[in-house]
Protein backbone atom coordinates (compact mmCIF):
# COMPACT_ATOMS: atom_id res chain seq x y z
CA UNK A 1 0.00 0.00 0.00
CA UNK A 2 1.34 3.23 -0.75
CA UNK A 3 1.62 6.22 1.33
CA UNK A 4 -1.13 7.87 0.13
CA UNK A 5 -3.60 4.99 -0.33
CA UNK A 6 -2.40 4.76 3.55
CA UNK A 7 -3.84 8.29 3.90
CA UNK A 8 -6.81 7.60 2.29
CA UNK A 9 -8.06 4.03 4.35
CA UNK A 10 -7.51 6.08 7.80
CA UNK A 11 -8.88 9.45 6.60
CA UNK A 12 -12.23 6.20 5.91
CA UNK A 13 -11.36 5.45 9.36
CA UNK A 14 -11.24 8.25 11.48
CA UNK A 15 -15.11 9.21 9.75
CA UNK A 16 -16.22 5.89 10.21
CA UNK A 17 -15.18 5.80 13.96
CA UNK A 18 -16.43 9.20 14.70
CA UNK A 19 -13.48 10.87 15.45
CA UNK A 20 -14.57 13.53 12.90
CA UNK A 21 -17.82 15.05 11.65
CA UNK A 22 -18.62 16.68 8.92
CA UNK A 23 -15.29 18.51 7.51
CA UNK A 24 -13.23 18.17 10.27
CA UNK A 25 -9.49 17.08 10.89
CA UNK A 26 -6.74 16.89 8.76
CA UNK A 27 -3.79 13.97 7.94
CA UNK A 28 -0.34 14.14 6.59
CA UNK A 29 3.01 11.85 6.02
CA UNK A 30 6.29 13.02 5.01
CA UNK A 31 7.13 11.14 1.75
CA UNK A 32 11.06 9.55 0.96
CA UNK A 33 11.32 13.23 -0.70
CA UNK A 34 10.93 14.89 2.30
CA UNK A 35 7.91 16.58 0.59
CA UNK A 36 4.12 16.36 2.52
CA UNK A 37 0.93 14.53 1.86
CA UNK A 38 -2.27 16.12 2.94
CA UNK A 39 -5.82 16.49 2.96
CA UNK A 40 -7.50 19.20 1.34
CA UNK A 41 -9.30 21.51 3.22
CA UNK A 42 -13.10 20.98 3.12
CA UNK A 43 -14.03 17.29 2.47
CA UNK A 44 -15.57 15.04 4.70
CA UNK A 45 -12.75 12.15 5.21
CA UNK A 46 -15.51 9.49 4.80
CA UNK A 47 -15.42 11.02 0.80
CA UNK A 48 -11.85 11.35 0.78
CA UNK A 49 -9.84 9.79 -2.26
CA UNK A 50 -6.54 9.42 -3.96
CA UNK A 51 -7.56 12.54 -5.31
CA UNK A 52 -8.38 14.78 -2.67
CA UNK A 53 -4.86 14.29 -1.44
CA UNK A 54 -2.20 16.96 -2.09
CA UNK A 55 1.66 17.30 -2.42
CA UNK A 56 3.33 20.52 -0.59
CA UNK A 57 7.06 21.50 0.12
CA UNK A 58 7.48 22.29 3.48
CA UNK A 59 6.67 26.06 2.68
CA UNK A 60 3.22 25.50 2.01
CA UNK A 61 3.84 25.69 -1.72
CA UNK A 62 1.83 22.90 -4.02
CA UNK A 63 3.62 20.46 -5.60
CA UNK A 64 0.76 18.34 -7.17
CA UNK A 65 -2.90 17.80 -6.71
CA UNK A 66 -5.70 20.45 -6.71
CA UNK A 67 -7.80 22.19 -4.17
CA UNK A 68 -6.62 23.92 -1.14
CA UNK A 69 -4.39 22.90 1.38
CA UNK A 70 -5.40 21.97 4.87
CA UNK A 71 -6.50 25.16 6.86
CA UNK A 72 -4.18 23.93 9.49
CA UNK A 73 -0.75 22.65 7.24
CA UNK A 74 0.92 25.04 9.74
CA UNK A 75 0.83 22.70 12.92
CA UNK A 76 1.89 19.41 10.31
CA UNK A 77 4.60 21.26 8.80
CA UNK A 78 5.43 22.81 12.39
CA UNK A 79 5.78 18.95 13.52
CA UNK A 80 7.65 17.46 10.88
CA UNK A 81 10.27 20.27 10.90
CA UNK A 82 10.78 20.23 14.66
CA UNK A 83 10.49 16.23 14.77
CA UNK A 84 12.64 14.70 12.50
CA UNK A 85 11.51 11.32 13.12
CA UNK A 86 7.51 11.95 12.54
CA UNK A 87 6.44 10.59 9.41
CA UNK A 88 2.69 10.85 10.07
CA UNK A 89 0.40 13.24 11.70
CA UNK A 90 -3.44 12.99 12.64
CA UNK A 91 -5.49 15.58 13.90
CA UNK A 92 -9.58 14.88 14.51
CA UNK A 93 -11.71 15.72 17.36
CA UNK A 94 -12.48 12.47 18.84
CA UNK A 95 -15.43 13.38 21.58
CA UNK A 96 -14.16 11.47 24.40
CA UNK A 97 -10.54 12.86 24.54
CA UNK A 98 -11.97 16.43 23.15
CA UNK A 99 -14.06 16.88 26.17
CA UNK A 100 -11.15 15.67 28.40
CA UNK A 101 -9.32 18.52 26.97
CA UNK A 102 -12.46 20.76 28.19
CA UNK A 103 -12.04 20.16 31.65
CA UNK A 104 -8.13 18.81 32.31
CA UNK A 105 -5.07 20.77 32.52
CA UNK A 106 -1.22 20.78 31.85
CA UNK A 107 -1.22 16.65 31.34
CA UNK A 108 -3.42 13.35 31.52
CA UNK A 109 -2.75 11.54 34.82
CA UNK A 110 -0.56 7.66 34.40
CA UNK A 111 -4.24 5.31 34.46
CA UNK A 112 -3.03 2.32 32.36
CA UNK A 113 0.57 0.80 31.46
CA UNK A 114 -0.40 -0.19 27.83
CA UNK A 115 -0.97 3.70 27.55
CA UNK A 116 2.12 5.16 29.44
CA UNK A 117 4.42 2.46 27.33
CA UNK A 118 2.63 3.57 23.57
CA UNK A 119 1.70 6.76 24.44
CA UNK A 120 3.89 8.32 27.29
CA UNK A 121 2.98 11.53 28.57
CA UNK A 122 0.09 13.10 27.61
CA UNK A 123 -0.32 17.22 27.47
CA UNK A 124 -3.27 19.27 27.78
CA UNK A 125 -2.04 22.44 25.36
CA UNK A 126 -3.25 25.49 26.33
CA UNK A 127 -6.38 26.77 23.81
CA UNK A 128 -4.89 28.37 20.60
CA UNK A 129 -7.00 30.20 17.67
CA UNK A 130 -7.48 27.39 14.99
CA UNK A 131 -5.15 27.46 11.74
CA UNK A 132 -2.69 30.50 13.54
CA UNK A 133 0.87 29.68 14.93
CA UNK A 134 -0.61 29.95 18.24
CA UNK A 135 -1.41 26.30 17.93
CA UNK A 136 1.90 25.72 17.07
CA UNK A 137 3.12 27.52 20.33
CA UNK A 138 1.02 25.72 22.36
CA UNK A 139 2.45 22.39 21.06
CA UNK A 140 6.02 23.38 21.00
CA UNK A 141 7.43 22.54 24.77
CA UNK A 142 6.05 19.00 24.57
CA UNK A 143 6.79 18.23 21.12
CA UNK A 144 10.20 16.39 21.97
CA UNK A 145 8.94 14.59 24.78
CA UNK A 146 5.14 13.42 23.46
CA UNK A 147 3.20 11.99 20.65
CA UNK A 148 -0.33 12.62 21.41
CA UNK A 149 -1.77 15.43 22.63
CA UNK A 150 -5.25 17.08 23.23
CA UNK A 151 -5.63 20.81 22.66
CA UNK A 152 -7.91 22.32 24.93
CA UNK A 153 -11.43 23.26 23.02
CA UNK A 154 -10.01 22.26 19.98
CA UNK A 155 -9.42 18.29 19.61
CA UNK A 156 -6.42 16.25 19.62
CA UNK A 157 -3.20 15.50 17.67
CA UNK A 158 -0.88 12.03 17.43
CA UNK A 159 2.52 11.62 15.61
CA UNK A 160 3.36 8.37 14.18
CA UNK A 161 6.23 6.57 12.36
CA UNK A 162 3.51 5.47 9.74
CA UNK A 163 -0.02 7.10 8.94
CA UNK A 164 -1.10 3.63 10.57
CA UNK A 165 1.11 4.16 13.33
CA UNK A 166 -0.62 7.86 13.91
CA UNK A 167 -3.96 6.45 13.69
CA UNK A 168 -3.53 4.16 16.08
CA UNK A 169 -2.26 6.21 18.32
CA UNK A 170 -5.61 8.42 18.10
CA UNK A 171 -7.67 5.29 18.28
CA UNK A 172 -5.77 4.26 21.81
CA UNK A 173 -6.14 8.06 23.06
CA UNK A 174 -9.78 8.26 21.89
CA UNK A 175 -10.47 4.83 23.94
CA UNK A 176 -8.36 5.66 26.71
CA UNK A 177 -10.36 9.53 27.47
CA UNK A 178 -13.47 7.22 27.19
CA UNK A 179 -12.79 4.74 29.90
CA UNK A 180 -11.46 7.73 31.80
CA UNK A 181 -14.68 9.60 31.87
CA UNK A 182 -16.56 6.41 32.53
CA UNK A 183 -15.23 5.85 35.48
CA UNK A 184 -15.37 9.07 37.03
CA UNK A 185 -18.91 8.59 36.47
CA UNK A 186 -19.27 5.75 38.65
CA UNK A 187 -16.52 7.24 41.10
CA UNK A 188 -12.74 8.34 41.64
CA UNK A 189 -10.71 6.38 39.22
CA UNK A 190 -7.17 4.90 40.93
CA UNK A 191 -4.00 6.28 39.18
CA UNK A 192 -0.93 4.48 38.75
CA UNK A 193 1.45 5.29 41.53
CA UNK A 194 4.64 6.48 41.08
CA UNK A 195 6.28 2.77 42.55
CA UNK A 196 3.63 1.88 39.37
CA UNK A 197 5.16 3.08 36.75
CA UNK A 198 9.01 2.70 37.99
CA UNK A 199 8.22 -0.81 38.09
CA UNK A 200 6.65 -0.67 34.68
CA UNK A 201 9.81 1.34 33.26
CA UNK A 202 12.32 -1.05 34.21
CA UNK A 203 10.88 -3.77 32.31
CA UNK A 204 9.53 -2.08 29.34
CA UNK A 205 12.36 -2.91 26.92
CA UNK A 206 12.99 -6.81 28.28
CA UNK A 207 9.59 -7.29 28.03
CA UNK A 208 8.15 -5.00 25.46
CA UNK A 209 11.14 -3.64 23.62
CA UNK A 210 9.97 -0.60 24.50
CA UNK A 211 12.47 1.97 25.73
CA UNK A 212 11.18 4.25 27.90
CA UNK A 213 12.85 7.08 29.80
CA UNK A 214 11.20 7.76 32.96
CA UNK A 215 12.47 11.33 33.35
CA UNK A 216 9.86 12.03 30.14
CA UNK A 217 7.00 10.14 31.61
CA UNK A 218 6.54 11.56 35.65
Given at each position: MSVKE????????VYKNKFVAAYDGNISARTENNTILITRSGICKGDVTADDIIETDFDGHIISGNGKI????KLHF???QKRKD????????????TALGLIEENFLAHYFPEVLLTLGKIPVCRYATPSTSEVTDSIERYLADSNAFILQNHGAVTIGNSVMDAYYKMEKLEHTAKTILAARAIGNPRTLTEKNIRDLLSISESTYGIKSDINKIL
Open positions: ELVKVCHLSTENFIYAKAVVHCHPVYA
